[in-house]
Every structure is written in C-alpha cells, then in structure tokens.
C-alpha cells in the first residue's frame, strides 16, 4: 500500500497550495504540512519552495516526487492485475507513436485479440519524447514506436522498417519531376511533424549528415495529426515529409505524390521496446511472430 504521505506529497505538486491539498485530501492545513515535514526529515531534503504562481519543487524534491508517481503507478497496476487475475484477464498499457497509431496498429492488434479474447488492451499515443517517459516510469507496458529508446534498460525487437518521405500534391510542380534536391526543397513550403516527434528527429539527423539544418527551410505548420498534415498538402498549402507507409493509400489513389529526395535516402524503423525486466515477454513474442508471420495463425 501507498504511504498517505506520498499521496499528500503528489497532491500538494499537483495543487501548488497547502489550503488547496488540504481541501482535496479531506484533512485540514496542519496535517499537510506536518507530513511534508516528516518527508523532508525521512530524507533530509526540502521539497518545496514558494514561488510567485504557488509551491516549486526543489531539485531534491523533483527526484522525490519522480519516485513517488512510479510507486503510485505501481500500486495502481498491482491492484489492477489482482483484480484481472480473479476475472481472467489479460491488461496492458501500450504506447504508439502518432504515425504507427495510424497505420499498423490493427495489423498488428486485430488478430493477437481474435487469439485472445480475453485481452484487454489499451492504446495511448504520444510523441516519443512522452512515451520515453511513460516507459521510464511504467505508465505503460511496452511500445510500438518509429526509432528506438537508447538505454540499458530496454530491449528492442525490430518489426518491421519503412522510411521517409517527399509528397507533394498531383498539382505541385514537384509531381512531375523525378527527383529533388535539398536546395530545391528549401524553396518550398513545409508542413511538419512538431519538434521531438520521431519523424521529424529522423529527417533533422538525416539533414545533418548532409551538412544541413532544419532551420534552413521554410516550416510554416508544425502538427501531430497525419490525417491533417495529408489533406493540407493535397490542397496544395505545401509539402510534407512523412512516413511511406502513411501515404499507401493516398499514392494509389492519386491523391499524394511521392516524389524521391535526390541522394537522400531516410530508412526508418519500427520497433518494439520493453524493460528488461517486462513480464510481458511471451506476449510481445507472440505479437512479433503474428506480425512478421501472419499465415502462421
């Protein structure tokens, strides 16, 4: 069980005031603060500082909290799995990235649920900054992510690979043209990925080995959501970089043009990170071989 002090602790960041804690909490001001004091005599630290806009956690107090919503978490997660284990159950938290969020995860979903109907899962998307973090701090179980998550910690199983690349609208000029080039690029419009997400990291460090920066080029929309990034550079607003394997259907249909970045070739990968420590292990496994190797059901 969860020591009430680490829940007034996580009450009180959250709220940046002691009457405010204590209204939430049910107890009165004193209590709040007597608590805090026992945390701060327990590991010989302050915790909180007064700021203009309410408390601010010292550098101290930021380890400490950072170490008690992963025992929160925990403890909820250890409930839950009690309670799934009397009703046979079958839960986990997975992290997608935006792009994979749109693309495989129901070829690779549909059919481990159709296996096992007792499966609960969910799904929650994030960049990969976010999921990183989830991961670290086991919000989640494992994710599905485009790139990698360096660390000790963590073991990656490649599932598959794509890239990256050009589209532009059939109306652009660009779609009548075999090749581009960089410095032809930066004479264009670009609507891109916001910072942190993992294509966009992917195609700053593919820039870099070419002796190029992002900040050379003309980004006027930065945004999460392929779907609109798609439509807006089929009306022509600009061009994208985006993953292939989220314009198939686009390109069939006519509707997107990709068009190849001359000697410019950005391979991505799709793989699936877990803590070493994952008592999920058979499940990913099964996962990889159902995705690798669907006539195998």
Same mark, same amino acid.
């Given at each position: 069980?969860?020591?009430? &002090?680490?829940?007034?602790?996580?009450?009180?960041?959250?709220?940046?005031?002691?009457?405010?804690?204590?209204?939430?909490?049910?107890?009165?001001?004193?209590?709040?603060?007597? /608590?805090?004091?026992?945390?701060?005599? /327990?590991?010989?630290?302050?915790?909180?500082?007064?700021?203009?806009?309410?408390?601010?956690?010292?550098?101290?107090?930021?380890?400490?909290?950072?170490?008690?919503?992963?025992?929160?978490?925990?403890?909820?997660?250890?409930?839950?799995?009690? *309670?799934?284990?009397?009703?046979?159950? @079958?839960?986990?938290?997975?992290?997608?990235?935006?792009?994979?969020?749109?693309?495989?995860?129901? /070829? %690779?979903?549909?059919?481990?649920?159709?296996?096992?109907?007792?499966?609960?899962?969910?799904?929650?998307?994030?960049?990969?900054?976010?999921?990183?973090?989830?991961?670290?701090?086991?919000?989640?179980?494992?994710?599905?992510?485009?790139?990698?998550?360096?660390?000790?910690?963590?073991?990656?199983?490649?599932?598959?690979?794509?890239?990256?690349?050009?589209?532009?609208?059939?109306?652009?000029?660009?779609? @009548?043209? *075999? =090749?581009?080039?960089?410095?032809?690029?930066?004479? *264009?419009?670009?609507?891109?990925?916001? /910072?942190?997400?993992?294509?966009?990291?992917?195609?700053?460090?593919?820039?870099?080995?070419?002796?190029?920066?992002? &900040?050379?080029?003309?980004?006027?929309?930065?945004?999460?959501?392929?779907? =609109?990034?798609?439509?807006?550079?089929?009306?022509?607003?600009?061009?994208?970089?985006?993953?292939?394997?989220?314009?198939?259907?686009?390109?069939?249909?006519?509707?997107? +043009? +990709?068009?190849?970045?001359?000697?410019?070739?950005?391979?991505?990968? %799709?793989?699936?990170?877990?803590?070493?420590?994952?008592?999920?292990? *058979?499940?990913?496994?099964?996962?990889?071989?159902?995705?690798?190797?669907?006539?195998?059901?």
């Amino acid at each position: 069980m969860i020591d009430q &002090k680490i829940i007034t602790l996580l009450t009180l960041a959250k709220t940046g005031n002691y009457t405010k804690a204590a209204d939430i909490l049910c107890i009165t001001q004193p209590a709040v603060s007597h /608590q805090i004091r026992l945390l701060e005599e /327990q590991y010989g630290i302050k915790i909180f500082t007064k700021g203009r806009k309410g408390l601010k956690s010292t550098a101290e107090g930021e380890i400490l909290l950072e170490y008690a919503r992963k025992a929160l978490s925990l403890s909820e997660r250890v409930k839950q799995a009690i *309670e799934d284990s009397r009703n046979c159950i @079958q839960r986990f938290t997975v992290g997608v990235t935006p792009t994979l969020g749109e693309t495989i995860v129901s /070829q %690779i979903f549909t059919p481990y649920c159709r296996e096992h109907p007792e499966a609960h899962i969910v799904i929650v998307t994030h960049s990969l900054k976010k999921i990183s973090s989830m991961l670290k701090s086991d919000e989640i179980d494992w994710a599905i992510i485009d790139g990698n998550i360096p660390g000790d910690d963590y073991t990656s199983v490649l599932l598959d690979t794509d890239y990256l690349c050009l589209v532009v609208s059939p109306r652009h000029r660009f779609a @009548q043209m *075999e =090749t581009v080039s960089l410095s032809e690029l930066k004479k *264009e419009k670009l609507i891109m990925r916001s /910072q942190n997400t993992g294509t966009r990291t992917l195609f700053e460090n593919h820039l870099s080995s070419h002796s190029e920066n992002i &900040k050379n080029f003309n980004i006027i929309i930065e945004i999460d959501n392929i779907t =609109t990034i798609k439509e807006l550079v089929s009306s022509n607003l600009g061009v994208s970089i985006i993953a292939h394997s989220a314009c198939k259907t686009e390109e069939a249909s006519g509707t997107l +043009v +990709v068009v190849p970045i001359r000697n410019l070739t950005m391979l991505r990968e %799709i793989n699936c990170i877990f803590k070493k420590d994952s008592s999920h292990t *058979e499940i990913l496994e099964e996962i990889g071989r159902i995705y690798t190797n669907p006539d195998s059901l």
